[in-house]
């Protein structure tokens, strides 16, 4: 072939075809046209469920090896967790049981004392449940409000427990809500007896920002025979509070030389922090018995007073 004849400039092979750029901004604008479009009109709605259901077999089954080490994993720490509860539990049953015997000793005893002494038995006070709300929105008191209203019985004064002890008292009560103010107001006050000693006392609601939450007992001789860990329950002296009810546990006594009085401070039994479900007690109201009528004088002794 001669020389002349062959082409001097190389093939066309990357010159085909509108360009790169072009391209890119070709798709980018008819992407963003199809994302708008199905946002607005589902363009794509039902392709894109037919593509969802074409590839759920193959979800399925990339899936199943992780739900598998997960079931697996799952299996061991849930029998691990029952084994514990289940040791918790029967330490707890042998607990149990040695208390229910200590009780029922007790309850007894108790009775063959009352016959003894003659007296009446112990009134049983009526109560109805009920279930914390939520708490109220001042800031400066501790209150929750209970689902129960007057339309329920409940009645200002009330006693308010839980399972574990006084919570606090019903002050306000709404047609379908009452409010309860609970043992650690600051406002709020209850008699109460030392069970170690047998000593009354009246326990305040502690709202100081070092003991926010508790109970302080006062006005306690600096001698008091009051020691940490001493169990305070209901002395039931101010006719509200049936007596017995668990009230606080003694946390810390200060003794001070300069003072008469002790600072007893203690922490509630009840939780004050996370009441759920309560027991509204109806007031003792125990009727007073009635005033003694004056003796009658004496004929001569009028006389004589002259």
Same mark, same amino acid.
């Given at each position: 072939?001669?020389?002349?004849?062959?082409?001097?400039?190389?093939?066309?092979?990357?010159?085909?075809?509108?360009?790169?750029?072009?391209?890119?901004?070709?798709?980018?604008?008819? !992407?963003?046209? =199809? $994302?708008?479009?199905? &946002? *607005?009109?589902?363009?794509?709605?039902? @392709? %894109?469920?037919?593509?969802? #259901?074409?590839?759920?077999?193959?979800?399925?089954?990339?899936?199943?090896?992780?739900?598998?080490?997960?079931?697996?994993?799952?299996?061991?720490?849930?029998?691990?967790?029952?084994?514990?509860?289940?040791?918790?539990?029967?330490?707890?049953?042998?607990?149990?049981?040695?208390?229910?015997?200590? !009780?029922?000793? =007790? $309850?007894?005893?108790? &009775? *063959?004392?009352?016959?003894?002494?003659? @007296? %009446?038995?112990?009134?049983? #006070?009526?109560?109805?449940?009920?279930?914390?709300?939520?708490?109220?929105?001042?800031?400066?008191?501790?209150?929750?409000?209970?689902?129960?209203?007057?339309?329920?019985?409940?009645?200002?004064?009330?006693?308010?427990?839980?399972?574990?002890?006084?919570?606090?008292?019903?002050?306000?009560?709404?047609?379908?809500?009452?409010?309860?103010?609970?043992?650690?107001?600051?406002?709020?006050?209850?008699?109460?007896?030392?069970?170690? #000693?047998?000593?009354?006392?009246?326990?305040?609601?502690?709202?100081?920002?070092?003991?926010?939450?508790?109970?302080?007992?006062?006005?306690?001789?600096?001698?008091?025979?009051?020691?940490?860990?001493?169990?305070?329950?209901?002395?039931?002296?101010?006719?509200?509070?049936?007596?017995?009810?668990?009230?606080?546990?003694?946390?810390?006594?200060?003794?001070?030389?300069?003072?008469?009085?002790?600072?007893?401070?203690?922490?509630?039994?009840?939780?004050?922090?996370?009441?759920?479900?309560?027991?509204?007690?109806?007031?003792?109201?125990?009727?007073?018995?009635?005033?003694?009528?004056?003796?009658?004088?004496?004929?001569?002794?009028?006389?004589?007073?002259?």
């Amino acid at each position: 072939m001669p020389p002349g004849t062959l082409e001097r400039s190389a093939p066309p092979f990357f010159r085909q075809g509108p360009s790169a750029l072009s391209r890119l901004a070709l798709y980018s604008a008819l !992407a963003l046209f =199809l $994302m708008v479009a199905d &946002a *607005r009109f589902q363009l794509t709605g039902a @392709l %894109r469920q037919v593509v969802a #259901t074409g590839i759920y077999p193959v979800q399925w089954l990339m899936l199943q090896p992780v739900e598998f080490i997960a079931r697996g994993s799952g299996y061991f720490e849930s029998l691990k967790t029952a084994q514990q509860d289940a040791d918790a539990m029967r330490k707890q049953m042998v607990a149990m049981s040695q208390r229910a015997m200590q !009780a029922e000793q =007790l $309850m007894q005893e108790n &009775a *063959r004392l009352r016959q003894l002494l003659n @007296l %009446r038995p112990r009134l049983e #006070t009526p109560a109805q449940a009920a279930q914390v709300i939520y708490d109220t929105a001042d800031p400066y008191t501790r209150r929750v409000v209970v689902d129960q209203g007057r339309m329920a019985g409940v009645e200002p004064g009330s006693p308010v427990l839980d399972e574990k002890g006084v919570l606090g008292q019903v002050t306000r009560v709404h047609p379908f809500v009452s409010e309860v103010t609970l043992l650690v107001d600051r406002d709020q006050a209850i008699p109460v007896l030392n069970i170690r #000693t047998g000593v009354r006392g009246v326990a305040y609601g502690d709202p100081v920002a070092g003991h926010a939450g508790g109970l302080e007992l006062r006005f306690m001789p600096a001698n008091a025979d009051v020691v940490e860990g001493d169990l305070l329950t209901t002395s039931g002296v101010d006719g509200v509070y049936p007596p017995g009810l668990p009230v606080a546990r003694v946390l810390r006594v200060e003794r001070r030389a300069d003072s008469a009085f002790a600072r007893i401070y203690c922490v509630p039994i009840a939780g004050v922090q996370g009441a759920r479900h309560v027991m509204l007690l109806k007031p003792m109201a125990e009727p007073l018995p009635e005033r003694p009528e004056p003796a009658a004088e004496l004929p001569g002794k009028k006389g004589a007073r002259k």
